[in-house]
């Protein structure tokens, strides 16, 4: 199984604020084509994604949106256009069907609560997160990644409090390689690695 969690410090924490124009929605395109990229590949999908989404954005933050691993049915393996914005009409439902103080499974896979990222770390286990990280040991000098969740920042990284959390921890950082990516690139190099990395063992 894989395991990601993606942190937006942008990312609106109320379905009312997504509207037509996602990137005025604290970039929810951005979440958008983190969520395509982490559950298809060209004409088929991964049934073996877990997803963590944590929002910091206005008016309601943090919101903790998880998508269990679940098949998803393609109706024509020639017939796969998925749109950023039928992701975001999701994403909107599962905001909206936020209720205080409790995890709702407003979709099927599809859970809302209040938590932020520290939060989800813990209820993941702190010792399973791996950082994805450009001054991080190289991804490729590295055996073994199993049972590990990758944490991947937004287009401004963390905030500073949460850098300073991070580092106090003890989290495991990981690069792959000197350039800074945007995260959904970081993503997809990731996804492949794991991949060449499974067609191997
Ligand atoms: C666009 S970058 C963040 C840029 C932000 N200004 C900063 O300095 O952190 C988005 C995320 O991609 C990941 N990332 C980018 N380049 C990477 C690299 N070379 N190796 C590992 N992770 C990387 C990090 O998790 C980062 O938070």
Redesign the pocket.
Known sequence: MREFIFYSGSAVTSGKMIGNDLMVAGRMDIVCNFIINSFFVSHNSRDDVRLHLIFNGTPDHPKYIEIAPHKIAIPSANNIDVAAKDVAGVLKKVLDGYVKDKRIEVLPNFFVEKKGLREVIEKVGIERVVL???K?EGIRDIEGLDNVVFL??????FPKYEEKWLKKAGIRRV???K?????VQ?LVILQNELDVREARD
């Open positions: 994805l990280d450009k991080g991947i920042g937004d287009q401004d990284g690069s792959l390689g350039k800074m990516y945007l995260a970081t």
